[in-house]
C-alpha cells in the first residue's frame, strides 16, 4: 500500500490539493478557482496535480453522481459533465492510477480514518454545504450500493410534497437544511435579494426571529434524516460537517440536540446516536480522497 498519495477536491468554486500520508496532510494545500468549462477543469486539475512531486497514486474527489465502478460522471449539479469519462481522462493527463469518489463520500472516508468518526461503525456524516452530502461508512468501508448511489442522504425526504429538489424529488433534506435553502427560505420571508451566504448573514443580523426560525427549520430536517438513516443503518455516530456547519458552530448543534430530545419524546426507544462536529474541515475532501487511493477494496455494495 502506497504510503502518499495526492488528494484532489474538485467543488463548484474552488480545486484544491495537497500530499496525503497515513496521518493526513503533508504539506500545504494548493487552491485554484473553478473553471467554467468543462474542458478547462480537466486542464486546471491536471496542472494543479503536475505541480506537486510525482505520487504513486491519485485520489480525487467530485461533487457528482458517480458510476458504481468510479469511471465516470452520471450527474452533476454544479459541472456540465454528465457521462464524461473523467477517471479515464486524469489517468491519460497524469500518467498515474487515480480513484474518484463522490466528494461527500471521500469527506465521510477521511472523518473515519483521522476525524470525528475513528472507530465508529457504522458512521454516518452529512455535509452541509450549498447543497447536503452524505456518506455511510460501514466496517470500514464506503457503502456505494448497487447502483452506486448509496449514501446520497441530502435527498432523503423529509418533507414530503414540499419544495422541489435539484434531483427532481420533492422535500429533500436539502431543501430546507442546506445553504442554499437557507437563502431561499429567507429572501421569501424577507422579500429581498440574497445570493451569497455573507449577504444572508447580513440580512439575519437584524432579523433574530426569523434567524432562531431558520435555523431550527434546518435542524428538523437534519433530525428527520437521522431518524429515517438510524432505522436503517443504525450508526454508531453521526458526524456533521460542511461549510455551513463550521458557520453556525455551536448554535446549530444546540438545536439539534434540542430537537433530537423533542423527536424521542414518547418513542419507547431512546435510543440514538451521538451528533457530532466533523473536524477536518475543508480540507476531509482532499484527505479522504488521498486515502481512498492508498487503499484497495473500499466500496460496499451492502
Given amino acids: ?57 491519485v485520489g480525487v474527489a467530485v461533487a457528482a453522481f458517480l458510476d458504481p465502478a468510479r469511471t465516470h460522471v452520471e450527474f452533476s449539479p454544479n459541472i456540465a459533465w454528465d457521462g464524461r469519462p473523467l477517471r479515464h481522462e486524469l489517468e491519460e493527463g497524469l500518467q498515474l492510477p487515480v480513484v474518484l469518489e463522490n466528494d461527500a463520500n471521500a469527506a465521510g472516508y477521511g472523518e473515519y ?59 429533500c433534506v436539502e431543501t430546507v437544511s442546506s445553504g442554499t435553502a437557507l437563502m431561499t427560505m429567507a429572501r421569501q420571508a424577507l422579500g429581498i435579494e440574497i445570493n451569497s451566504t455573507h449577504a444572508l448573514k447580513q440580512a439575519l443580523v437584524d432579523a433574530p426571529e426569523l434567524r432562531k426560525t431558520l435555523l431550527n427549520t434546518m435542524a428538523e430536517g437534519i433530525i428527520g434524516a437521522l431518524l429515517q438513516i438510524q432505522a436503517v443503518v443504525d450508526p454508531a455516530l453521526s458526524v456533521i ?39 477536518l474541515g475543508n480540507s476531509a475532501g482532499i484527505i479522504g480522497a488521498g486515502l481512498l487511493a492508498q487503499r484497495h477494496d473500499v466500496h460496499s455494495a451492502h
Fill in 1 to 57: 500500500m502506497p504510503v502518499q498519495s495526492l488528494g484532489i477536491d474538485i467543488g463548484g468554486t474552488s480545486i484544491k490539493a495537497g500530499i496525503v500520508g497515513p496521518r493526513g496532510l503533508e504539506g500545504e494545500i494548493r487552491q485554484v478557482p473553478t473553471p467554467s468549462h468543462p474542458d478547462a477543469i480537466i486542464d486546471t486539475t491536471l496542472a494543479l496535480a503536475k505541480s506537486f512531486p510525482v505520487q504513486p497514486t
Fill in 113 to 171: 480514518v483521522l476525524g470525528a468518526g475513528q472507530q465508529a461503525s457504522p458512521m454516518v456524516m452529512l455535509t452541509l454545504g450549498t447543497g447536503v452530502g452524505g456518506a455511510v461508512i460501514l466496517d470500514g468501508k464506503l457503502l456505494a450500493g448497487a447502483r452506486g448511489v448509496a449514501g446520497e442522504l441530502g435527498h432523503i425526504v423529509v418533507n414530503p410534497g414540499g419544495a422541489v429538489c435539484g434531483c427532481g424529488q420533492r422535500g
Fill in 241 to 279: 460537517g460542511g461549510g455551513v456547519t463550521e458557520r453556525l458552530g455551536a448554535e446549530l448543534f444546540d438545536a439539534l440536540d434540542r430537537l433530537k430530545d423533542d423527536a424521542l419524546d414518547g418513542r419507547r426507544s431512546v435510543a440514538f446516536p451521538p451528533i457530532v462536529p466533523a473536524e
